[in-house]
């Protein structure tokens, strides 16, 4: 089992990462150049971990022993016994690989060297070591401690033995890995795209308000937040980027597209609750935009919302798993415990049925006859085969 981890960048990011391996007993080195950010993870530490003695959900004893098992270091040297290195930093492939060839000077031949990035090729980073097949994508969610879901990505280049390795211990971490392929967006940033992109085209196609599109989501589908909530809450600026991203990965798939809307609250500096104005108003982190008059709710219009989004998330994950970017049940674990979907998507799909997803993509490129609305073939397979995902 791997004992000795560095994580590099003591952002939010990086200081959950810490945190999770050493609770599951790793030795940490968190590795920033700026000594501020290292004080910030830790009192941020010091402070989750006295929420959690105050809840009863450890002990004082326990407290200080994850508190000891990190080192806070501002040198890249002292990584150097590293059998794990993770890197949390900026979303920039050049950054990443020019820290990535500094850090392989330093370590032994045998340390794994990952990135934690969201959506940049693997096979590019692995690119600029020495060794890339030590090079692998190990990506976690936010807030690290508490999403159940990482996805790991080997390159083209990754040694087998990485990957097992990896996956066993990430598992020992008590997380649920998820093994995608590295293509833009991996799983979650792949899948997930339509729950934006979706709702910000019904928007912009003047059928419902952002409050009617959030409304339906929730409470005809279940979900937690509402896709203009859930945009105000990472940030229109972090969203758009990502979109933006993975429509240029795609060779400008059209499923991809951006939308301007988000692009101009983007550049009005309308980014959500950090900066207390997005598609709702804040306060406080609390929404002050009053929501649509009582009674309004239209339960026809909301059931055409949910199916609309609903559709295209499924043809989304169906057309990943054709592609065999991750296997059924990485790909539904990915949506559940990577961005708490109420359900899985294929399993979902079965539950609407396989003719109903067709029959609601056809509907929809029959309408638009765009590129966009293009059916997944592994759907309509399906239906000509009679068969279910699960």
Same mark, same amino acid.
């Given at each position: 089992?791997?004992?000795?981890?560095?994580?590099?960048?003591?952002?939010?990011?990086?200081?959950? $990462?810490?945190?999770?391996?050493?609770?599951?007993?790793? /030795?940490? #080195?968190?590795?920033?150049?700026?000594?501020? +950010?290292?004080?910030?993870?830790? =009192?941020?530490?010091?402070?989750?971990?006295?929420? /959690?003695?105050?809840?009863?959900?450890?002990? %004082?004893?326990?407290?200080?022993? $994850?508190?000891?098992?990190?080192?806070?270091?501002?040198?890249?040297?002292?990584?150097?016994?590293?059998? !794990?290195?993770?890197?949390?930093?900026?979303?920039? /492939?050049?950054?990443?690989?020019?820290?990535?060839?500094?850090?392989?000077?330093?370590?032994?031949?045998?340390?794994?060297?990952?990135?934690?990035?969201?959506? !940049?090729?693997?096979?590019?980073?692995?690119?600029?070591? #020495? %060794?890339?097949?030590?090079?692998?994508?190990?990506?976690?969610?936010?807030?690290?401690?508490?999403?159940?879901? @990482?996805? @790991?990505?080997? +390159?083209?280049?990754?040694?087998?033995?990485? !990957?097992?390795?990896?996956?066993?211990?990430?598992?020992?971490?008590?997380?649920?890995?998820?093994?995608?392929?590295?293509?833009?967006?991996?799983?979650?940033?792949?899948?997930?795209?339509?729950?934006?992109?979706?709702?910000?085209?019904?928007?912009?196609?003047? $059928?419902?308000?952002?409050?009617?599109?959030?409304?339906?989501?929730?409470?005809?589908?279940?979900?937690?937040?509402?896709?203009?909530?859930?945009?105000? *809450?990472?940030?229109?600026?972090?969203?758009?980027?990502?979109?933006?991203?993975?429509?240029? =990965?795609?060779?400008?798939?059209?499923?991809?597209?951006?939308?301007?809307?988000?692009?101009?609250?983007?550049?009005?500096?309308?980014?959500?609750?950090?900066?207390? %104005?997005?598609?709702?108003?804040?306060?406080?982190?609390?929404?002050?935009?009053?929501?649509?008059?009582?009674?309004? *709710?239209?339960?026809?219009?909301?059931?055409?919302?949910?199916?609309?989004?609903?559709?295209?998330?499924?043809?989304?994950?169906?057309?990943?798993? *054709?592609?065999?970017?991750?296997?059924?049940?990485?790909?539904?674990?990915?949506?559940? #415990?990577?961005?708490?979907?109420? #359900?899985? !998507?294929?399993?979902?799909?079965?539950? %609407?049925?396989?003719?109903?997803?067709?029959?609601?993509?056809?509907?929809?490129?029959?309408?638009?006859?765009?590129?966009?609305?293009?059916?997944?073939?592994?759907?309509?397979?399906?239906?000509?085969?009679?068969?279910?995902?699960?």
């Amino acid at each position: 089992m791997i004992k000795k981890v560095g994580i590099i960048g003591g952002g939010t990011m990086g200081s959950g $990462i810490a945190q999770v391996a050493a609770t599951a007993g790793c /030795l940490v #080195k968190l590795y920033d150049t700026n000594t501020e +950010a290292l004080d910030k993870s830790k =009192a941020a530490l010091e402070k989750i971990m006295a929420r /959690l003695v105050e809840k009863g959900r450890i002990d %004082k004893a326990e407290k200080s022993r $994850i508190q000891d098992n990190i080192t806070y270091v501002d040198s890249l040297k002292e990584l150097s016994d590293s059998e !794990l290195t993770i890197e949390a930093i900026v979303e920039n /492939l050049e950054i990443k690989k020019k820290v990535f060839q500094e850090l392989e000077s330093y370590v032994s031949e045998e340390t794994i060297i990952a990135s934690n990035t969201s959506s !940049l090729s693997i096979a590019s980073i692995a690119s600029a070591l #020495k %060794k890339p097949e030590r090079c692998i994508g190990i990506h976690f969610f936010n807030p690290a401690p508490l999403m159940k879901l @990482v996805e @790991v990505i080997p +390159a083209v280049q990754t040694s087998g033995e990485v !990957l097992r390795k990896i996956k066993m211990n990430i598992a020992n971490w008590g997380k649920t890995v998820a093994i995608a392929k590295d293509t833009p967006g991996f799983i979650v940033n792949r899948v997930a795209r339509p729950f934006y992109g979706e709702a910000l085209r019904i928007y912009e196609e003047g $059928i419902a308000s952002f409050h009617e599109i959030d409304a339906a989501m929730k409470e005809i589908g279940g979900f937690r937040m509402g896709p203009f909530e859930l945009m105000d *809450f990472i940030g229109n600026d972090v969203n758009y980027v990502v979109t933006e991203t993975v429509f240029k =990965a795609f060779y400008y798939d059209p499923r991809y597209k951006p939308s301007f809307t988000q692009k101009r609250f983007a550049e009005a500096g309308y980014l959500g609750r950090k900066s207390g %104005k997005g598609y709702y108003e804040y306060k406080d982190g609390k929404v002050i935009t009053p929501n649509a008059v009582e009674g309004s *709710f239209n339960s026809d219009l909301a059931q055409k919302i949910f199916n609309r989004v609903l559709v295209m998330l499924i043809n989304e994950a169906a057309d990943a798993l *054709f592609w065999n970017i991750a296997s059924a049940e990485d790909i539904d674990n990915a949506m559940t #415990k990577g961005v708490n979907y109420p #359900k899985g !998507l294929l399993a979902w799909a079965d539950e %609407k049925g396989i003719s109903w997803c067709v029959e609601q993509m056809d509907t929809l490129y029959d309408e638009y006859r765009e590129d966009r609305y293009r059916c997944s073939p592994l759907l309509r397979k399906l239906k000509k085969d009679n068969k279910t995902f699960f």
